[in-house]
């Protein structure tokens, strides 16, 4: 019973995972459709990266389709949550990534679905996908048909459910507010010391500092050790702290190719073989 | 003088971080997040053994042995009664596990009972049932690993130096951790089957 295997070996798993079973390396997302076995040819690839490309453009769910021989050892389960975790397929936040992972001669495959998506692709849905309009397909060995009707379903599904519109160009900017707070730190020491002097200025900025420290965290040596390096480093030249903000800002991401737009996943979907 | 002040800018970021302080605030709020997601994943499962007794009993209304063996489980898991606190003392969370670890027992003997109807198993709604069980078992499984991950984090943050300076100053303890149910159970590899 599938489910009782599917029990026994994701318990398994769990305790044994890193050290005891080779897990197989994962292959890196470059298109929307990955075939590892040439089950499908050019032109059918083709078709399919175009239709799945068109969804994350108009629609912004990424539905990526994985062809590979097996699993090994692990549980389609475990390799194809290790797979979508490291591909970070749909959107930060929206989660609207879904993985249909075919291990061929597993004779099983599984879609998984993110967060975002479990409401429209549940389980009980998931299932009905493989169990009669994929499976049908495959118990002919007409990949292709299976996958693209499989394929057709799901957007439709996703389709009908309304997610928020794709960005065009958007960045994500992660500031850490510890560097914003040392910024205005420094600004602030550079108007001090022109207006006090050196030395005041770097009494002001040290207790300043000091004190932050004390509010957050409560630790006095912390809170006088930062008080003391705020104190000395407003005393001396502030060049190498401008330096080095001036570095570490600014996190660019370079467009092209289809990539995992950071989409989270929590062991929904289904899982099927013929 | 350049790498004076270098050197102190970069004390001074150090600081910041205050000997782990933040460390295991993140990770002890990441620990609360992940089991509150294993909880939530194993209520799921309870709920939907109601739906799945009920449909059993349509067709095989005499299995009573296993029917009430499921739904007792279930009753006991219920009656736990879960604490925020209670993933942090050791007693607690082993009953909490050996309940659950029962409910998995009843079930799989439950489900190997149903192999011996073919029309129960062709029923719609079973079908139905089975898929978001499948689905439940897995997301369980996950949410469990993660939680062990997050576990495994913490306690490392709490045991190391300099954070467990910290630690002890803030009474940040080692947490427990999900042990091994079942142990030769899961020693034996599984049978896969191909139907």
Not at chain 1, 20 to 46: G, K, R, Y
Not at chain 1, 92 to 117: N, Q
Not at chain 2, 110 to 126: I, R
Not at chain 2, 175 to 184: L, R, S, Y
């Amino acid at each position: 019973m599938q489910l009782i295997r599917d029990f026994f070996i994701s318990t398994t798993l769990l305790l044994l995972a890193s050290s005891l079973f080779a897990q197989i390396a994962l292959p890196t997302l470059h298109q929307p459709v990955t075939d590892l076995t040439s089950t499908l040819d050019t032109q059918q690839v083709q078709l399919l990266n175009d239709k799945l490309l068109q969804l994350s453009e108009t629609k912004g769910a990424q539905l990526a389709v994985v062809i590979i021989n097996t699993t090994e050892s692990e549980s389609i389960e475990t390799y194809s949550l290790r797979l979508a975790e490291k591909w970070k397929l749909g959107r930060k936040g929206i989660d609207d990534g879904v993985l249909l992972l075919i291990a061929k001669e597993d004779r099983e495959l599984r879609i998984e679905v993110g967060y975002g998506l479990e409401g429209v692709l549940s389980d009980v849905v998931c299932k009905r996908i493989i169990d009669e309009i994929i499976v049908p397909e495959f118990k002919q060995n007409n990949f292709y048909q299976g996958i693209q009707a499989g394929v057709d379903q799901i957007i439709k599904l996703i389709e009908g459910e309304s997610l928020p519109e794709p960005k065009q160009g958007a960045k994500d900017q992660d500031s850490s507010f510890a560097f914003v707070l040392i910024f205005v730190l420094f600004a602030l020491a550079g108007f001090l010391r022109r207006l006090l002097g050196r030395f005041l200025a770097a009494i002001i900025i040290g207790a300043i500092a000091g004190f932050l420290i004390w509010y957050a965290t409560f630790i006095l040596i912390a809170s006088l050790a930062a008080g003391f390096f705020a104190f000395i480093l407003t005393l001396s030249d502030l060049t190498a702290g401008k330096n080095f903000l001036n570095r570490s800002g600014g996190f660019g991401g370079s467009g092209g190719g289809f990539r995992g737009g950071g989409g989270g996943f929590g062991g929904g979907g289904a899982s099927g073989r013929w | 003088m350049r790498s004076l002040q270098l050197l102190s800018l970069l004390c001074f970021c150090l600081t910041l971080t205050a000997c782990g302080y933040n460390d295991l605030q993140v990770q002890d709020e990441s620990v609360k997040t992940h089991w509150s997601e294993v909880i939530n994943q194993y209520q799921r499962r309870a709920d939907l053994v109601p739906n799945l007794v009920s449909t059993v009993k349509g067709y095989a209304a005499h299995e009573k042995g296993v029917l009430l063996e499921v739904t007792n489980a279930r009753a006991k898991v219920g009656s736990i009664q879960i604490t925020s606190d209670m993933a942090n003392q050791e007693a607690a969370l082993r009953q909490f596990q050996q309940a659950q670890s029962e409910l998995s027992s009843a079930l799989s003997r439950l489900l190997m009972v149903t192999e011996n109807y073919p029309e129960l198993k062709s029923d719609a709604l079973f079908r139905d049932l089975m898929a978001q069980l499948e689905g439940t078992e897995n997301r369980i499984a996950v949410a469990r690993n993660r939680y062990i991950q997050s576990i495994q984090e913490y306690n490392a943050t709490v045991r190391k130096f300099p954070s467990n300076l910290t630690a002890k100053m803030f009474d940040f303890e080692v947490k427990p951790n999900f042990t091994v149910e079942n142990e030769k159970e899961i020693s034996t590899p599984p049978k896969v089957e191909f139907n």
